[in-house]
């Protein structure tokens, strides 16, 4: 099992950045996918930012240029860098990962939510305007 741990949420003003963390419990030097999901009330939960094991990452045009994720392997722990943010920014903010064996090529990650089987349990990103 591998938890997932998310911190640096909180209120901001439009235009403002924050730096969101999300701390593995295991070791993320493997073949793996990690991904950064938001959810606001009443909406689907949707994938803003994945980055795969050989570094590659893929945003949706909404955050593209705004949003920036990025592993700090040693320490285990999954960012997700946000300027310029704004008030339909607002939402929960969840991390998740899946995991392949090593001796599976690096896989192609996607911001899908089915592709993921380990969760956060999320932060909270409140932005106004």
């Known amino acids: 099992q591998v938890q997932l741990v998310e911190s640096g949420g909180g209120s901001v003003q439009a235009g403002g950045s924050l730096r969101l963390s999300c701390a593995a419990s295991?070791?993320?030097?493997?073949?793996?996918?990690m991904a950064w999901f938001r959810q606001a009330p009443g909406k689907e939960r949707e994938g803003v930012a994945a980055?795969?094991?050989?570094?590659?990452?893929s945003y949706p045009e909404s955050v593209k240029g705004r949003f920036t994720i990025s592993q700090d392997k040693a320490a285990k722990t999954l960012y997700l860098q946000m300027n310029s943010l704004k008030p339909e920014d607002t939402a929960m903010y969840y991390c998740?990962?899946?995991?392949?064996?090593?001796?599976?090529?690096?896989?192609?990650?996607?911001?899908?939510?089915?592709?993921?089987?380990?969760w956060g349990q999320g932060t909270q990103v409140t932005v106004s305007s």
């Open positions: 998740a990962a899946k995991f392949y064996p090593f001796w599976t090529a690096a896989p192609s990650c996607s911001r899908l939510r089915s592709d993921y089987n380990y």
């Open positions: 295991r070791d993320i030097n493997t073949r793996n996918c």
């Open positions: 980055i795969g094991s050989d570094g590659s990452t």
